[in-house]
């Protein structure tokens, strides 16, 4: 009876050819696509590298004539472009109608699109959750979140940052402190909640209703 050899075939690590491949990483820069083998360790090594240059950062792409550009804006940034997009299409003519993003003001009488979902701002621990969800969002969804980061950007010239001004990216580690100190410190966190116990910037707290006899 002939006897059965089985190959185990192993994939080594790109970086390191001593050890073997575990998973792989697929990326590119400008035109070239690449992708590389890795060990647990390298691979982690590669999201911690590549992952400091995506938190914070937002895509915005626009054309003007025959020529397309693709920025990667701060958050403060992106938010200085939307204004400015948004001052210069309000008074500009359509070209076309049929390129309309969903928007959270069309009614639902069955001629357009509904309202577009409202996302509430979840904070997680290690999460850059402060970050807008990527679009199509509704107005409301883009209020909360600034207003999520207006509550954070309070807290923190109180507890370690002063210096922080009505503008510029707030610290991750003043997110990650607020979250411990304040968000995690609820018994059931919610915004609500945080609302009763401390208003957010601009908003009063709640009086209580009188009773009548």
């Known amino acids: 009876m002939a ?3 089985q190959t185990i075939i192993s994939t080594v690590d790109d970086l ?3 050890q073997d491949a575990t ?9 070239r696509k690449f992708l590389i083998d890795l060990c647990d360790e390298n691979a982690a090594r590669f999201d911690r590298d590549f992952l400091e240059w995506t938190i914070g950062l937002k895509k915005r792409t626009f054309a003007l004539g025959k020529k397309t550009f693709t920025r990667w804006l701060s958050e403060e940034d992106a938010e200085l472009f939307d204004r400015m997009v948004s001052f210069w299409t309000k008074a500009a003519r359509r070209v076309r109608d049929d390129d309309d993003e969903p928007s959270a003001q069309l009614p639902v009488d069955g001629r357009g699109k509904g309202p577009l979902e409202t996302i509430i701002p979840v904070p997680v621990r290690g999460q850059p959750w402060w970050m807008d969800p990527p679009r199509p969002f509704s107005r409301a969804t883009l209020e909360g979140f600034a207003a999520a980061r207006r509550r954070v950007r309070e807290w923190a010239r109180g507890h370690g940052w ?3 001004g ?3 990216a707030v610290p991750r580690e003043a997110y990650e402190r607020w979250f411990d100190d304040v968000w995690s410190a609820m018994d059931s966190p919610s915004w609500e909640q945080l609302d ?3 208003p957010a910037p601009g908003r009063r707290a ?3 209703r009188r009773r009548t006899k």
């Open 23 to 31: 998973g792989s990483r697929a990326f590119e820069v400008g035109a």
């Open 196 to 198: 009763r116990e401390a």
């Open 166 to 168: 009505e503008r510029g």
């Open 162 to 164: 002063p210096d922080l």
């Open 3 to 5: 006897q059965k050899i």
């Open 206 to 208: 709640s009086k209580p």
């Open 16 to 18: 390191d050819n001593s």
